[in-house]
């Protein structure tokens, strides 16, 4: 049995270009300019997949977008794409396509047996027999029913193909190429005005690649002609605009996945541009309704314009007859192109009278009309055999191809993006635009302007509009082709089917959703569409109901007994249509996910046994190899290089912050907590800053170069956050205060030079400066000019340690870094890395990131005597607010374990001895290490109370790993509290 | 959405970080009052329509400014001095 067959002349397919495809493992011909779509058609395979839930037999429904049914898994292996529709896929030689949801074939489908249990697929069914009375059914169920009613599977191998993004500008975007937006187009281009014209069919033209006027085609080919001559145009085919954004940003996805197989290495699959216009043409067109009848899913009904696009663009007809069913007259343009493709057609029209023009040009063309009829029910299981009508003329006939002429749904899905809903248009019926941003225009079908001369005109003046509306004054407007008739419209709505018999009748055909659903949804006061779209899964597919919303929700406001616009329609949101994440993704993928930050040390630590870790975006030195192999011995190793000789450690992530002018000594003084003002030159102070809500922001050092020039060192976490801080003060609070700041961070690089043999070290490497305690004391500094080049020493320390930070211009860290190394050899200094100088500072109890989380009072970490009692500072006011006197307060406490077989873990959960262990507890554990000073784990945390239980036995919970261990509440300065070795 | 940075002109919002309310008046530094401060920080009007809102260009030039904006339909009033 045929029922389509491919026409021996005609259509826009190139028949000197045979085209060799793969569908479901076997041969499938086609030619240049099929689509997937139109060449299983033309094969005659009119079948091609399994409904979502029932698994009822599908074929292709649509020519375009739209398309709910003919779902396709595109490609194999890694390059594996599922949900494809084939309506939207070029027949390209190599091209490998498979049918989804049917198992072992759509024509043999086991899971078929899901239609006989159809009671239990109905509307809600998930909730209410997986929800039910056990908990558990919905785990136990859940898999089986995700195999049976599935989609494609996408792959888990990494995508081979490569995607790409930029950003473009242009005066005007016009969006869709039919006879609207061609006239937009060139009428804007006319003007001067940068156009991009962006059509996602794979050729321009829109609704008149579906005609077979000569005419029309002569004004097309004449429209893309002088496009294409207009330097200040740029035309894309295949390129869909997914969403509009405010700012008149538009986003563009060009696929290019058609040249794949030819594609030379690194070409994009996929484009994504972002586009922001001065002004922007939506000329969106329409999208045609199917009718609501009993076993309207059968494989060969489809939409009526469908069957003319097929049949003028691919050459591909129904075999025997179509019956057209149709409530306007543009059925009447299927039937007349049809006939003219020598197909017998009959027409169903609801309408009880059909105008006299119809009449005559249909009567010479032997078309059978049937007013007042409609379709009560199509015979055949797998395929059409037969229709039944009901209403005026109750007759059956045979035929193969069933066309649904429901009347059009204007695409209004862009206009509405914005925020802006909809309205109802009772003569176009069905949505309109509710209005435009003022830069924003519309044109044709998707106005509701459905007739070519009517679109073209509309067309001109919306370009005309948008290139004034973008600066460009003068231009030319198109003409529509001299014999172009606007065909009437005429529709007269049917919502509920008039004549249907008891089959299954679908609403909305990829999601499987039938008027009987929507009835019960209804019924059980799921009304409002949003609820009604949750209830019964319509429009919730890859066609996000294109071709179901408008039926289903005037069904609703049928049975609510209310018009359709108080019934409103759901939210429509980008994307506009389906596209891979990869589209999404473009570059930003694996390396390339996160920008990354390198000190100017980095190919030094690489080249000398540097075990990388990430920090935030920074990648540190974690530890060296010549300290061990894995990071838990290797770190306890440098600790005591440090602790015992001297060290050298990268600080450069540290944000460096310059401070200059003459009130800069007043500017510090507010921000920290602790006076700066009277601070000497030569000298470093430690600092803290709070929020204004009195949290602490960050703590860090400031040493004071000259009398009106500072130097700021803040946490790595904070640096940015600090730097925008002091910017946000001075430029927008204290403009009184004259005063510079910028930030050094990535310019300069800081080393650490650590442990008691360090001015030993750093005497060795700049033999003639005065290092003596004397000259460069504890929390002193200098600017000293080592070979031309200026070297800033800081004697600071985070370990607790004598250390001094050395910084200098990031571009001589590495010349200096191995000239300390080389210079102080006979001292044994060594590198050590992040994990050794976290650990040293735990034994020291300096607080650092993990302990600053935001929620911090300065007495929570044991910081308050640092606060000056007479100065003001920023957050002075609100530090004393109720809550942070709190005195149960989670505050900074130092942690010892006391079993000595066990482990400690940062983020264990703390407990009072005699709780039940349970809970958020009272505080955590911030900071662990290994001490080698006292050899024992020890760690940083917050604990309710804090201090104030010195002495007192706690415990610490890790409950993913099920471990509890003993802890003693200690001091958090474990070592050396008398500051002697600072001195030394 | 594009803002108007006063330095570099109209740039994309990606290049920008949102600093907060900028309807109300910062108490002089030195304040001590914890009514006013605690009326600053914590209590904002949030509205759905113009505002008064801080702005800096953090990857462009750096720079601070007020800027007028509608928040339920992202219409840019400009900068407010």
Redesign the interface.
Known sequence: MTTFRRLPKGGRIDRAKPVSARFDGKSLGGFAGDTLASALLANDKVLVGRSFKYHRPRGIVAAGIEEPNGLFTLGEGATTEPNVAATMVDLVEGLVAKTQNAWPSADFDLMAVNSILSPLFQSGFYYKTLMGPSKGSWMFYEPFIRKAAGLGKATDLPDPDRYDMRFAFCDVLVIGSGPAGLAAALTAGRSGARVVLAEQDSDFGGSLLSGNDAEHEAWRIACVEELKGLSNVEAFTRTTVQGL???N?AVLVENRSHLRPDAKKGEARMLLTQL?AKAIVMATGAIERPLVFSNNDRPGVMLASALRTYANRYAVAPDKRAVIAANNDTAYQVALDLADAGVPVTVADHRAAVSADILSRAGAKGIAIFPGSGIFDVEGSKGVKRVKLGGTHAVTIECDVVGMAGGWSPVVHLSSHG?IKPKYDEAVAGFVPGGFAPSHFGAGAMMGTFGLSAAVAEGANAGASAASSAGFGKTRPIYAPEHATDRTYAILPTWTPAYSAKGKAFVDFQSDVTIKDVKTAHQEGYRSVEHLKRYTTLGMGTDQGKTSNINALALMAEYRGITIPEAGTTTFRPPYAPLTMGAIAGRTVGAHFRPVRLSPLNDWHAKNGGIFIDAGLWKRAWYYAWAGNSPETAYVKEMELVRRGVGLADVSTLGKIDIQGPDAAEFLN?VYVNGFAKLPVGKVRYGVMLN??GIVLDDGTTARITENQFYMTTTTAQA?EVM?WL??LL????PELNVQVASLTDEWAGMAVSGPKAREALQLAFPEADLSDAALPYMGCKDIRFDGVTVRLLRMSFSGELAYEVHVAADYAISLWEHILKAAASTGIKPYGLEALASLRIEKGHVAGLELDHRNTLDDLGLGKMAGKEK?Y?G???R??EDCQRPERWSLVGLELMEPDKKLRGGSILFAATDEIKGHGRGYITSVTWSTELNKFIALGLFDGGLKHEGEEIIAAFPLKNEQARLKIVSPHFIDKEGARLHA | ??LPCPHCGDRD?SEF?Y?GD?SKE?PA??????Q???D???LFENPKGPHTE?W?H?LGC???F?LARNTA??EIGGVVS
Request: charge should be positive; charged fraction near 30%; aromatic fraction near 18%.
């Open positions: 954004y405010d700012g940003l922001r925020g507010r204004d809500d940015g925008s910017e946000y430029q927008m609070h204290w003001d920023v002075k006011a609100l004393f607010r | 959405m594009m919002v970080r600093g900028a910062r530094h030195g304040t001590g009052d914890l006013t401060w605690n600053y920080v914590f801080y800096q953090v750096r720079r601070w007020k339909t992202n």
